[in-house]
Nanobody, 123 residues
Framework: VQLQASGGGLVQAGGSLRLSCAAS????????MAWFRQAPGKEREFVAG????????TYGDSVKGRFTIARDRAKDMVYLQMSSLNPADAAIYYC?????????????????WGQGTQVTVSS
């Protein structure tokens, strides 16, 4: 397994969750990383991305100001801190490693995908 996402669960609206993604060193060191999500019946949506050094981040418009992506290069981990969650945030969240050192909003630019972790938000 090269990407392993965890941390999903059930949370009340307004609550917080932190997702984690463990990556193998081979694909973590020089790759941009991102989180995407997909709700039933909807297309996969870009949530947040971070470049290989962690110096640059970008967010989807629907999560800007509420979610924070970070990476720990020493631990080969990527995190997504989510706050002020609402039912529209409910989805399966996937971590992904880019083909390049940089992040992209296009899921086709990502070569490796984790198995996904479910986030459910109750109103």
């Amino acid at each position: 397994v090269q990407l392993q996402a965890s941390g999903g669960g059930l949370v009340q609206a307004g609550g917080s969750l932190r997702l984690s993604c463990a990556a193998s060193r081979r694909i973590f060191g020089n790759n941009g990383m991102a989180w995407f999500r997909q709700a039933p019946g909807k297309e996969r949506e870009f949530v947040a991305g971070i470049n290989y050094r962690g110096a640059s981040t970008t967010y989807g418009d629907s999560v800007k100001g509420r979610f924070t992506i970070a990476r720990d290069r020493a631990k080969d981990m990527v995190y997504l801190q989510m706050s002020s969650l609402n039912p529209a945030d409910a989805a399966i969240y996937y971590c992904a490693a880019s083909r390049t050192p940089y992040m992209s909003r296009d899921y086709s630019d990502y070569l490796y995908w984790g198995q996904g972790t479910q986030v459910t938000v109750s109103s």
